[in-house]
């Protein structure tokens, strides 16, 4: 049976036939009675060939970055090096304990203290704390950092107003409200922020303002020097959302551009894996003034030796267990070492050519709303699908059926039925060639099959309102769900 003809509901391995049941298991010596089994475990009788075909099926229906291109707008999903996958698997990586003496994990410290300093390099923030768990986790960290900051300043009573550009990550707000911050968003002119708007904005109340350049329509924020003097001349913080990163590696950085604290996507920028709910990394950088703050401990070198530093009274604390994702660290710089410093340039400048090339090509099909030249990832509307009946989201699920993943769709909101496309530097132009092709097979399909697409995956179009509020996480749901 082919892939394509499974489906994710047929019968699995617990639906075969019943175990061999046998007798009770001889009683182990020291066991207590009360912890012991009354019968044997009731293994499924199965060749390994069964079980061979089941797992492999089910891998079938899996899309990874692997298999094919993730086309996802700000996700920046590029491949992860086997290299990188090997190095990270090594015992003296693997198995090492965050709690270990010091003395055991020289070069694990080593380690974060040289990726550290790489780090502070590109950012041009030289404070850097690999901690946060995630790009939402080292926005909230940033977050807590202004508190702290507004707090010693004795501000923090009339500082409680973050200002957000409405081409925000939806993380943005959230992570300010977290923080016990108020948000107001500052409209766009032309996909970037109008700079009038913000200089309405600003004022006594301003905690900071937090922006990613370049933007999620794919713009470079030009204004920026004048952004950054607005805010600080009205007494906040400029923070950079990195995860847009990717299109300015070793051209331009944050701390060139006047911001005063930055999270970076270890897994979107520097090729670690990414999804899935995790793991992740969202790197932490600051200005030397807010160095103080980042949270504990500090790795720092006395002499040859590495050691935890937890002697810090200005510091937000600890924010996660150990000292941050090791495994995800080592891959990133494993990433670093192998690309130098021209690498990096060149790995933007390839990110930005995917970028415009493949928008000129779509752009044939669907209008582009914004100026042509973009950085890393561009912008399309589907309004004039509308006229047929059709939104973006039967686009997306068509392309699943050209055996592609969809880009990200309905964001940015200040574009009607956005589709925000990102191709990172790790794609070829054959590939790129081949989306396009399976885009305008999509784009010019009948209403009739975008509106029943997906019809060639092992799952249909489902109702997602439904998938939502009525999970079924657990095969048992799904036995129930087939025979009630």
């Known amino acids: 049976m082919s892939f394509r003809q499974a489906r994710w509901d047929e019968p699995l391995i617990w639906e075969l036939r019943p175990p061999t049941e046998e007798a009770p298991p001889e009683p182990i010596p020291g066991i207590p009675e009360r912890m012991r089994r009354r019968r044997r475990l009731a293994w499924p009788e199965l060749s390994e060939l069964e079980v061979v075909r089941h797992y492999t099926r089910l891998s079938q229906m899996n899309f990874g970055i692997d298999t094919s291109a993730y086309p996802l707008g700000s996700c920046t999903m590029k491949y992860n090096p086997k290299i990188s996958e090997k190095l990270a698997r090594l015992p003296g990586a693997q198995e090492v304990h965050p709690y270990q003496p010091e003395d055991t994990v020289q070069g694990s410290l080593e380690l974060i203290w040289r990726l550290e300093r790489a780090l502070a390099k590109i950012t041009g923030l030289p404070e850097i704390s690999l901690q946060p768990a995630a790009g939402a986790h080292g926005e909230f960290a940033a977050l807590l950092i202004i508190r702290a900051y507004l707090k010693g300043r004795g501000e923090l009573d009339r500082r409680t107003e973050i200002l957000l550009p409405d081409t925000a990550h939806g993380t943005n707000p959230a992570s300010a409200a977290m923080a016990g911050f108020t948000t107001r968003e500052i409209a766009s002119k032309d996909g970037c922020v109008d700079l009038e708007a913000l200089r309405a904005a600003v004022g006594p109340t301003t905690a900071g303002f937090m922006l990613t350049n370049p933007n999620t329509a794919g713009l470079f924020e030009s ?70 703050f980042l949270p504990v401990p500090r790795v720092v070198k006395s002499g040859r030796k590495f050691h935890f530093e937890y002697d810090r009274p200005d510091s937000i604390g600890k924010i996660k267990t150990a000292y941050g994702n090791f495994g995800l660290d080592l891959r990133a710089y494993a990433f670093l070492l192998s690309h130098g410093e021209e690498g990096m340039r060149q790995i933007s400048r390839r990110a930005v050519l995917n970028a415009n090339y493949l928008g000129k090509k779509l752009g044939e099909y669907l209008p582009r709303p914004f100026r042509a030249l973009v950085k890393h990832e561009f912008l399309l509307s589907g309004t004039p699908l509308k006229a047929q009946g059709v939104r973006t989201l039967d686009l997306a699920k068509r392309l699943l059926d050209e055996g592609v993943h969809a880009p990200t769709i309905y964001f940015p909101s200040l574009v009607d039925e956005a589709l925000m496309i990102e191709m990172p530097e790790t794609e070829s132009v054959r590939e790129l060639d081949a989306f396009a092709d399976a885009f305008r097979r999509a784009v010019t399909d009948t209403p009739e099959n975008l509106h029943a697409a997906p019809q060639h995956l092992s799952v249909g179009r489902v109702d997602e309102v439904k998938a939502a509020r009525d999970l079924r996480l657990s095969w048992k749901d799904l036995r129930e769900q087939r025979t009630g």
């Open 223 to 292: 204004e920026i020097p004048e952004i950054a003097r607005t805010v600080h001349g009205a007494g906040g913080l400029l923070y950079y959302d990195g995860a847009n990163l990717n299109a300015i590696l070793g051209v331009t950085n944050p701390g060139r551009m006047g911001f005063d604290l930055a999270h970076l996507n270890l897994h979107k920028t520097f090729a670690t894996p990414h999804g899935g709910g995790g793991p992740g990394a969202g790197v932490l950088a600051v200005t030397a003034e807010l160095g103080r």
